[in-house]
């Protein structure tokens, strides 16, 4: 990671979805950790948009969800000193997955490990943007 990002603050609206614990592991791992208060920070990364969307993608003769599709989508934009060093990014994956309604918790088990996948996924997608970043 740039200099610029040794100690960065992470800024979101929701501090409890998949992607927000993601990215305070993956600055952890790369060496830079989040830091709790945005006035100790050389950087502040802000979460304006993490939300994640289902959508049923094919139905049965019985009228029934066979298949869905899930959409992470997180929008984000880093600021130093007051300068927007990095404007608003948007990255959205997708993920099918088959539904089982006789498996109802099984299903629901599988849907929650897909978004904590796509969440560590746009992770490493979102630290090699900051990495990019000028020192």
């Known amino acids: 990671m740039p200099a610029v990002l040794q100690r ?18 993956g600055l ?16 502040v990364i802000r979460v304006h948009r993490d939300r994640v969307e289902r959508e049923v993608l094919t139905i049965s003769a019985r009228n029934t969800p066979e298949e869905y599709e ?36 099984a299903m629901q088990h599988e849907e929650e490990d897909i978004r904590r996948a796509l969440a560590r996924e746009l992770v490493v997608l979102v630290t090699a943007r900051l990495s990019a970043l000028p020192a």
């Open 70 to 105: 899930l959409f992470y989508t997180v929008e984000f934009s880093v600021e130093v000193e007051g300068q927007e060093v990095l404007p608003r990014q948007v990255l959205t994956l997708v993920r099918d997955y088959a539904y089982d309604e006789t498996a109802v918790l």
């Open 28 to 43: 952890a791992l790369a060496g830079t950790p989040a830091v709790a208060a945005s006035a100790e920070a050389t950087a």
């Open 8 to 25: 960065p603050y992470v800024e979101a609206v929701d501090r409890y979805t998949p992607f927000h614990a993601a990215l305070l592991e």
